[in-house]
């Protein structure tokens, strides 16, 4: 009995702390503004990254961090990855590396945009590349947009294996969803077709999972009725209903900007928890500007799923989102969502997750993103964790562009050093990039 005075007093403090935390997020302060050296330094970071996943030979780290690197090249300096990729020998980095290239001329130089477009080889690259051209070709040449579009369709249709058609038919669709929803909607429908007409029942359901996304923008009904017919069945267990309520959660979480009035019907049928709060997110993240106190009170409701048995990485990871979607509609619920994200994070004992949810509360809690960083970066290296090292350098990028570049710098591991590299140096160019376009 003597000791609950104590205890008193101990809680007392614990509410103490916790409310000058809360207080702490409140008075968030602008991100810290990269300086001329540190753009200078981001663009010699964003070479040295293609310098050394060039070097890189063996193929899978290779192909881990190449087409990312060229596809941030291909936005910033299209001529230069133009030329880059004419020196690649392997088929499929130089086919992406011009896709890339096609995409980012699009708007600006179609007529050279194009001319990548169709030096790509494989049709279902090929395809991308048309789709791209043609939707940034739709206000300015409609005519044109359209002989483009249905260029783009029937390289798609070439494809032979089901497989890539129906990876190219997606990109066909995806590209042109905004500016042209007749095309977009033929090429959905023929790659939902394929994806049905799968013999094996493994390949169906994963090639229906990759379709139904897409295909709940243009029709809903079909897509919702597809779920049903999902499959997966492993060696001792039927997983078909937990593969159905994945579905679900991806139909909803993509049909949330078309229709956030039907994800939020989709959303709440979802009967696993762990499912339903990021279908939710979604929704409230689409309702945020439109509709504020809607999105207050969809993110609410995905914050009451979040309960202490939530997987405490997917739980910080949502709740961080929720603390973004917020910051303007509830100040007070913005920053208690920040503050449960941070907490669960450092009750997840990693650094990717620490940093990842720093990441995610840079823009809006730049202080308290700064030091989650910080305590994920000490921790990547008391564990000697070069994985670790390249997402506190991430992390740290838009609070601290110097020491992020430091650390991504110090990392002997080539694949990490330019995963490092790229990360944050495109983290740091993104707002002039932004600025420029």
Not at 64 to 77: D, E
Not at 90 to 105: G, K, N, S
Not at 166 to 192: F, K, N, Y
């Amino acid at each position: 009995m003597r000791r609950i005075p104590e205890l008193c007093v101990l809680l007392a403090v614990a509410a103490l702390v916790a409310v000058a935390l809360i207080g702490g997020l409140g008075r968030s302060e602008a991100p810290r503004q990269p300086s001329a050296q540190d753009i200078a330094r981001a663009r010699a970071a964003l070479d040295e990254a293609l310098s050394t996943a060039l070097a890189i030979r063996s193929p899978e780290p290779r192909l881990r961090v190449f087409p990312w690197v060229m596809s941030s090249l291909a936005r910033t300096n299209p001529d230069k990855a133009l030329e880059v990729a004419q020196t690649i020998e392997e088929t499929r980095h130089h086919d992406r590396a011009c896709v890339d290239v096609a995409r980012a001329l699009a708007a600006t130089r179609p007529d050279e945009a194009l001319e990548v477009a169709r030096s790509v080889e494989p049709q279902y690259g090929r395809a991308e590349a048309l789709a791209a051209v043609a939707a940034a070709l739709a206000k300015t040449d409609p005519t044109r947009a359209r002989a483009l579009a249905a260029e783009a369709l029937e390289a798609a249709r070439s494809v032979k294996r089901t497989e890539g058609r129906i990876t190219a038919l997606l990109a066909v669709a995806r590209g042109l969803l905004h500016t042209d929803p007749e095309w977009s909607r033929q090429a959905v429908d023929e790659a939902m077709d394929a994806a049905q007409s799968m013999d094996h029942e493994y390949s169906r359901s994963g090639a229906l999972r990759r379709v139904l996304p897409t295909l709940a923008i243009t029709d809903p009904d079909r897509a919702l009725a597809a779920v049903s017919t999902i499959e997966k069945r492993g060696k001792h267990s039927d997983m078909s209903q937990s593969a159905r309520a994945e579905a679900r959660q991806e139909i909803a979480s993509a049909l949330a900007d078309a229709d956030p009035d039907r994800a939020l019907t989709v959303a709440r049928t979802i009967a696993r928890r762990s499912l339903r709060a990021p279908a939710l997110v979604s929704v409230a993240r689409a309702l945020a500007k439109t509709q504020p106190d809607r999105s207050r009170q969809v993110a609410g409701e995905a914050m009451q799923l979040m309960q202490p048995s939530f997987n405490e990485r997917d739980r910080a990871n949502l709740l961080a989102a929720i603390a973004n979607i917020l910051r303007e509609a509830d100040p007070a619920l913005s920053r208690k969502a920040a503050y449960q994200a941070l907490a669960s994070a450092r009750s997840d004992r990693s650094a990717l997750t620490l940093c990842a949810v720093a990441s995610k509360l840079a823009r809006t809690y730049p202080r308290q993103s700064h030091r989650a960083a910080l305590q994920g970066l000490r921790m990547a290296r008391r564990l000697d964790s070069e994985k670790g090292l390249c997402a506190a350098a991430e992390a740290l990028a838009r609070t601290d562009p110097r020491r992020a570049l430091d650390v991504a710098y110090s990392i002997e591991d080539r694949l990490w050093h330019t995963r490092a590299l790229h990360a944050v140096a495109q983290a740091i160019l993104a707002p002039q990039q932004q600025e420029k376009d």
